[in-house]
């Protein structure tokens, strides 16, 4: 994987450069939004957790989510090519508790991606513009995991483990742009979906598994988000 990340960084670090010399503005900005995260085989592991003999509640089921990326890109006329880094998170928690004691089972995951995303502008001569985009890229999870069981004051169970596992993503989608002398504005609509098989594993080829099956995350979902960006303008080729 981190062969492969080295590769992916000198494409990138080669196309930057080559597509910069003819490309008439870049783009630099951040990209703060909302997801929904699938996550049906940790949704699973849940259902195991709640039927246990306590019938602890399902409190939070890996609800939506904020996440933000920082974006740079470059834009010709009627294409754009740019790079992203993006942060991901949500969680669950099974608990019950009274005067006997408490138990808790409770997952934090974070997701990081680094991709390329490609677009096409529909009307470039207008000054909101309509555009189609399409994200490919690396994708990182990291999920902690801790249970925890007393009885009255004394304290039978806190146990945290930690997994990691690496996927891949596409993201295609659509959004609207308007700028405003060199700061450009814009709102986009996307359905990320995760592929590849990056289980989840943990130190020493610890594997998280329900039913003798290796279980992975899953950042399958909608993406809305709007974007704040610096626009440099490098040529004057789009007004010709």
């Excluded at 490919?136 to 995991?145: A, P």
């Excluded at 814009?186 to 039913?211: A, C, I, R, S």
Aim: aromatic share 16%; net charge positive.
């Amino acid at each position: 994987m981190k062969s492969l990340l080295k590769k992916t960084f000198l494409l990138s670090a080669f196309l930057s450069s080559s597509l910069i010399i003819n490309a008439q503005h870049l783009k630099i900005g951040i990209q703060p939004g909302i997801g929904s995260y699938k996550m049906s085989e940790l949704k699973d592991l849940n259902k195991y957790v709640a039927n246990n003999v306590l019938h602890p509640k399902t409190i939070s089921n890996y609800p939506c989510y904020y996440y933000y990326q920082p974006v740079i890109s470059l834009e010709f006329r009627y294409i754009s090519v740019g790079f992203l880094y993006s942060f991901h998170s949500t969680g669950s928690r099974i608990s019950i508790k009274d005067y006997s004691g408490e138990y808790r089972f409770d997952t934090k995951i974070k997701g990081k991606t680094f991709g390329i995303i490609v677009g096409g502008t529909l009307n470039p001569d207008k000054k909101i513009k309509f555009s189609l985009y399409s994200e490919i890229g690396l994708l990182q999870s990291n999920l902690n995991l801790n249970e925890y069981f007393r009885v009255n004051n004394m304290q039978m169970v806190d146990n945290n483990y930690y997994f990691n596992s690496k996927n891949y993503y596409v993201e295609p989608g659509g959004k609207i742009s308007y700028t405003f002398s060199f700061i450009c504005f814009e709102m986009n609509f996307g359905y990320f979906k995760q592929f590849g098989n990056g289980y989840f594993e943990g130190k020493k080829g610890m594997k998280l598994t329900l039913d003798d099956k290796n279980i992975q995350p899953d950042w399958s979902g909608l993406r809305i988000g709007f974007s704040i960006l610096l626009d440099f303008k490098l040529s004057e080729e789009d007004d010709e």
